[in-house]
């Protein structure tokens, strides 16, 4: 198994995500919390949650601002965990370390839930597969699992820039490799940041494979609110994919 990443613990790089989701105006707000949320049960109330990577607890306080009864939040960080545990204060959520690849291991996680959510983790996982298999054997019957991930469109090559003209004004998103699925070592606050580029056919094949039936696949453009050019410029390429399945 590769060895699992942890870059998130990076000095530089918590830095540099911490200052980006202080300021609630990157795409993670504009973009993809949106549309995520937008796949979630219609009521969450009662509901026992898995968060995986959790970051800073955000969804887990929403939820239970929702009336979820319990949330399980999973990360790799130290770093994230602590700031998420600072910021919480709510003896029915429990943050605790560990990664997707030890799922099977993870005490916390070991139970049924009705909701298993993931925001923009899964692309860091090595054995998608595997995650899956672990991920299904603990949602209940007519359990949701939704997730996020960076669109393939976007993984396929590691730059993961536009193609510029000479006076630096975008003029297209190259994709080429798309179909050699793997690791990617991409620059984004720090260098080696490693993604695993997945076409989207493995990513909805993978759902089925677990068990899981498709309830719904996204490619969130900005919502109405944001109407500023650098975030109608998302619509010429899809940034993330998400994607709803749950269990029969």
């Not at 995500?17 to 990157?26: D, E, F, K, P």
């Not at 009662?46 to 995986?52: A, S, T």
């Not at 204060?89 to 690849?101: K, R, S, V």
Request: hydrophobic letters at 40%; a negative charge; charged letters at 25%.
């Amino acid at each position: 198994m590769p060895d699992i990443q942890n870059i998130y613990d990076d000095p530089t790089f918590h830095e540099g995500y911490r200052s980006l989701r202080q300021t609630g105006t990157g795409l993670n707000d504009v973009l993809e919390q949106p549309a995520l949320r937008s796949l979630l049960p219609a009521s969450l109330a009662g509901l026992e949650i898995l968060d995986l990577g959790c970051g800073f607890g955000d969804f887990a306080r929403y939820a239970r601002q929702q009336q979820a009864t319990s949330v399980v939040g999973l990360d790799v960080s130290i770093k994230m965990l602590n700031a998420a545990r600072h910021m919480t204060n709510d003896p029915a959520i429990l943050f605790a370390q560990g990664a997707m690849e030890d799922l099977a291991s993870m005490e916390a996680a070991n139970k049924p839930f009705d909701l298993i959510i993931s925001s923009l983790a899964l692309h860091y996982v090595a054995d998608y597969p595997a995650a899956l298999t672990e991920i299904s054997k603990r949602l209940k019957p007519e359990g949701r699992l939704v997730f996020s991930v960076e669109h393939p469109i976007c993984t396929a090559l590691a730059a993961q820039k536009w193609h510029q003209d000479e006076s630096g004004n975008d003029q297209f998103w190259p994709v080429d490799n798309y179909r050699d699925e793997g690791p990617r070592h991409t620059h984004w606050f720090v260098d080696d940041v490693i993604k695993y580029h997945r076409t989207v056919e493995t990513y909805v094949n993978g759902l089925l494979d677990a068990g899981l039936q498709i309830a719904r696949l996204l490619e969130p453009e900005p919502v109405k609110e944001a109407t500023a050019e650098k975030w109608q410029m998302h619509r010429r390429r899809p940034p993330f994919l998400i994607l709803a399945a749950d269990k029969p």
